[in-house]
T-cell receptor, first 110, second 116 residues
Framework: GQNIDQPTEMTATEGAIVQINCTYQTSGFNGLFWYQQHAGEAPTFLSYNVLDGLEEKGRFSSFLSRSKGYSYLLLKELQMKDSASYLC???????????FGTGTRLQVFP | DSGVTQTPKHLITATGQRVTLRCSPRSGDLSVYWYQQSLDQGLQFLIQYYNGEERAKGNILERFSAQQFPDLHSELNLSSLELGDSALYFC???????????????FGSGTRLTVV
């Protein structure tokens, strides 16, 4: 099975940098995803890692270490609109289903 | 518009009733996934269909069932509803269903079910 852990809540200041960590244990790994979800809305795709290393996409970057079962999402130049939940998800090797962590609720303050 | 259509957007019903949630995947996508998200909870995987056949099952209750039709739309049936079934139900689709290079999920906007 899969087990995914991420912090429940984080706070940060507008313009700052925040790192959201995710650790996972899985029996069949085929990629790690980060999604953003505003309250009551659908999750939207942010990033994908399948190999070790850093993937950068504008203000957002994601890092993966498969040997450590560890990923992080880095958000730079935080804006108020970045206040949302950030979901870490692992894709199952055989079925493509995504198993989500409980999400990290990020609050950005002025 | 993500291309994944879920209806209805909102549903209010009484305990003990049965409801059907509908999902039309993005054009060309063969896989449909259903997720449940209760208040302040993560997305719980319910079930996956690929090209009309059940492919993976999560912690789906026996009172819940789903199917995918030949035109690839899917329905999630929830019966003998309880207060605890109140949640957002999301459908997502992807092009493939098996071992494949990266294909992202596209989520629908969800159906908010309230059981009173």
């Amino acid at each position: 099975g899969q087990n995914i852990d991420q912090p429940t809540e984080m706070t940060a200041t507008e313009g700052a940098i925040v790192q959201i960590n995710c650790t996972y244990q899985t029996s069949g790994f085929n990629g790690l995803f980060w999604y953003q979800q505003h309250a009551g809305e659908a999750p939207t795709f942010l990033s994908y890692n399948v190999l070790d290393g850093l993937e950068e996409k504008g203000r957002f970057s994601s890092f993966l270490s498969r040997s450590k079962g560890y990923s992080y999402l880095l958000l730079k130049e935080l804006q108020m609109k970045d206040s949302a939940s950030y979901l870490c998800a692992v894709r199952d090797y055989n079925t493509d289903k995504l198993i989500f962590g409980t999400g990290t609720r990020l609050q950005v303050f002025p | 518009d993500s291309g994944v259509t879920q209806t209805p957007k909102h549903l209010i019903t009484a305990t003990g009733q049965r409801v059907t949630l509908r999902c039309s995947p993005r054009s060309g996508d063969l896989s449909v996934y259903w997720y449940q998200q209760s208040l302040d909870q993560g997305l719980q995987f319910l079930i996956q269909y690929y090209n009309g056949e059940e492919r993976a099952k999560g912690n789906i209750l026996e009172r819940f069932s789903a199917q995918q039709f030949p035109d690839l739309h899917s329905e999630l049936n929830l019966s003998s509803l309880e207060l605890g079934d109140s949640a957002l139900y999301f459908c997502a689709s992807s092009p493939r269903g098996g071992v494949a290079p990266y294909y992202g999920y596209t989520f629908g906007s969800g159906t908010r079910l309230t059981v009173v």
